[in-house]
């Protein structure tokens, strides 16, 4: 801030944010350590995934089926290949034989480097399982292969009989027509054996064509063997790790608008005697235990004291640190009665100086509501209560508030959560 300029009231202190981060950084850690020990049961609780793998060698197409003027017809694309062997006829076998929904979620399908090698995996969490579905995926990729060989070899055999079928008629019109002379007696004869040479050869290629094996391929290794894993074994530990520390932020953000400690309690109360005391054990602190407090209190001289929370209306445990202060001024010799505003008019307060130098006051609210501050600035002098829950802004305000009515603030009690529970007795007097 530069000099000379005022302080916003709703400024906040940069080392507000360093304590928030300080306090916040044990549950962080914590929340994220519980969310990456749970992230690491959910991994063991994981079920096994076992994979097959089956290699299969992928046999050229044979050459009766390439096509007039196509170089190099008898290869293949692996490519084509691969889509074959996850194609809908493959897919339903492999779901019959493995009984497993969503088959292509199995499926990992991989091509060996300069070779004419398919392999095929298939995952499952069934050790049986992951076997069939490797072995009926190559097996049935094969005999759909060989079944379109079988059926382009047999069309290739039709197509050669329907060409003979066509020489044949055109050696049926190779008739003389007319008187026939030396010279259309010898054409007749070339043009008869120039189609009998081609249906000679049409009936050679037709046989070669059906003796010809429709060779698909091999199935180099069939499942051989299975590997163990557990799908993305580190994403669990992960998310958990990172959503624990979520929730760990989380958590410090709202503690980091509460009170933490007695510390936390000096900072927002300058000046003031800070007592902690754990909330069930009233009754059990001895009075030298408010001691902080009551020496300020005997010090004003006459007046009446008030015990409030800051924006809340009391409690057993407030009515019971009343009467704890009570003790603790009687035994330091000064006469002191407890009385519970929630049950008493404001009018009815002790007006004269000798009731009002031994009197302890029980709010009917907070000081930050208009009851509350009226009766602070009739009494003159506040001891607040609060607990680790309480909002420093709530804390705060209420400081601000006691300070516009002219009232003192004579200290805090801070009531902490442990302790053995001890029924409050309450001593009030009205």
Not at 181 to 196: C, F, H, L, V
Request: proline share 6%.
């Amino acid at each position: 801030m530069k000099p000379g300029r005022p302080a916003r009231n709703d400024a906040v202190e940069l080392s507000a944010y360093l304590r928030a981060m300080r306090r916040g950084l044990v549950a962080v850690v914590a929340c994220a350590m519980v969310g990456a020990i749970i992230g690491v049961a959910w991994t063991i609780r994981t079920p096994k995934v076992y994979s097959s793998t089956s290699a299969v060698l992928v046999a050229d197409a044979p050459l009766y089926l390439a096509r007039k003027g196509e170089e190099g017809a008898k290869w293949f694309t692996i490519d084509t290949e691969a889509a074959r062997l996850i194609s809908a006829p493959v897919l339903a076998a492999t779901q019959k034989a493995t009984g497993e929904e969503d088959i292509r979620s199995h499926l990992h399908i991989s091509a060996v480097p300069t070779t004419k090698v398919l392999k095929a995996t298939y995952s499952s969490t069934s050790r049986a399982a992951a076997e069939k579905g490797a072995a009926t995926m190559t097996e049935t990729y094969l005999q759909l292969r060989r079944d379109e060989f079988e059926a382009r070899r047999d069309h290739r055999v039709e197509v050669i009989g329907q060409q003979i079928a066509t020489l044949n008629a055109r050696l049926d019109e190779t008739e003389i027509k007319g008187r026939p002379t030396p010279a259309k007696k010898a054409e007749q004869n070339a043009s008869r054996r120039a189609i009998a040479t081609q249906i000679a050869a049409r009936q050679a290629e037709s046989r070669a064509v059906r003796v010809t094996s429709a060779y698909p391929g091999a199935v180099l290794r069939v499942g051989g063997t299975t590997t163990a894993t557990r799908a993305n074994p580190m994403v669990p530990p992960v998310a958990g790790l990172v959503l624990g520390g979520l929730a760990g932020l989380l958590i410090a953000l709202i503690r980091s608008s509460r009170l933490g400690g007695a510390s936390d309690v000096s900072r927002l109360v300058p000046g003031s005697s800070v007592v902690t005391l754990p909330r069930h054990r009233f009754g059990r602190p001895g009075v030298r235990t408010w001691d902080p407090i009551t020496t300020g209190v005997l010090g004003i001289g006459a007046g009446t004291v008030m015990v409030a929370p800051p924006d809340r209306p009391p409690t057993d445990l407030e009515r019971s640190a009343a009467d704890q202060l009570s003790a603790a001024l009687r035994f330091h010799g000064r006469e002191a009665r407890v009385v519970d505003h929630s049950v008493l008019p404001t009018d009815t307060i002790p007006q004269d100086g000798h009731s009002r130098a031994g009197t302890v006051l029980v709010t009917s609210g907070g000081v930050t509501t208009e009851p509350g501050s009226v009766l602070a600035a009739m009494t003159g002098n506040v001891v607040l209560i609060v607990t680790p829950q309480t909002r420093q802004r709530v804390l705060a305000e209420a400081v601000h508030r006691i300070g516009e009515v002219g009232a003192t603030i004579q200290g805090v009690v801070l009531l902490t959560r442990f302790g053995p529970l001890v029924p409050a007795v309450l001593r009030r007097s009205t």
